[in-house]
């Protein structure tokens, strides 16, 4: 079950993360992996790791938010027939101290960066038959949280963009699905703790992994295995929907 034997796969900010995991599991079920990540040492490092491991990845450098980058790099991939639209950048704020900047820098990667890479993919799934899209969303696109403002409001346009590329492209075998984490533990989460709290990482972190209900931060490998699901033939009946992976927060937080 689950196997990915001779796919081809793009996964955007997979050179860390949530998208560093991806990769190594879609490699691990048998795919070639091309990491595409604004941060091309990163990129190779995970494509090093993955070769160490038996598997087959390549990396790509490309800022998402530049369509002419992404047009690029989808040229130079060609076929495919999995695309995991994982980069991103969250901001901490709130309607009145989110600066014009800011704003404009969430909207350029977490939107215009996922919209750039459907205009460029769509065309090629459908000259390869179909295939599998499967965008990172998250519970801030469900449910308010504290000084998430832009960040929500991209992944509420990801799910919204999710809806629309399922219905528009049924009918070619394509399949778009997102999923919405809770907190996961990655790099991130670390780097974002000893800026803000310095001295009190420890505590903090307690703190914001018992905001799940189910008492911990997901780990990056748990939301790879969803993915690897989405991606499988196994499901296949499966498009248009939102999967929260979220460790019973949007249902159980109240």
């Known amino acids: 079950m689950f196997q990915l034997n001779k796919k081809i796969a793009v996964v955007t900010g ?3 993360g949530i998208g560093r995991a991806v990769a190594h599991a879609l490699s691990k079920q048998g795919a070639l992996v091309y990491i595409v990540d604004l941060n091309i040492a990163d990129a190779e490092k995970v494509v090093n790791e993955i070769k160490n491991d038996a598997g087959n990845a390549v990396a790509k450098n490309c800022d998402v938010s530049n369509q002419q980058q992404v047009k690029e790099v989808f040229d130079q991939i060609g076929k495919h027939d999995i695309l995991v639209n994982s980069a991103g950048v969250s901001h901490i704020g709130k309607a009145d101290n989110t600066s014009a900047e800011d704003f404009d820098r969430v909207i350029n990667v977490n939107v215009k960066g996922v919209y750039n890479c459907l205009h460029v993919s769509v065309p ?8 599998v899209i499967i965008n990172l969303c998250s519970i801030a696109a469900h449910v308010g949280l504290n000084d998430r403002f832009a ?3 991209s992944k509420g346009a990801v799910y919204a963009m999710t809806l629309s590329v399922a219905k528009d492209y049924i009918n070619d ?3 778009c699905n997102c999923i ?11 780097g974002f703790l000893a800026k ?3 001295g009190k990482e420890a505590e903090m972190f307690e703190k914001l992994s018992k905001s799940q209900p189910i008492g911990r931060m997901a780990k990056p ?4 295995s969803l993915i690897v699901f ?3 033939d196994e499901a296949s009946f499966i498009t248009g929907t939102d999967y929260p992976i979220d460790g019973g927060f949007i249902t159980l937080n109240n």
């Open 14 to 16: 997979g050179g860390s």
């Open 124 to 131: 090629l799934l459908k000259i390869n038959g179909g295939g």
């Open 151 to 153: 960040y929500s409001m």
């Open 173 to 175: 075998n394509i399949r």
């Open 180 to 190: 919405s984490p809770a907190r996961v533990h990655t790099p991130f989460v670390d």
């Open 196 to 198: 803000n709290y310095p």
């Open 221 to 224: 490998a748990e939301i790879a």
């Open 230 to 232: 989405l991606s499988s």
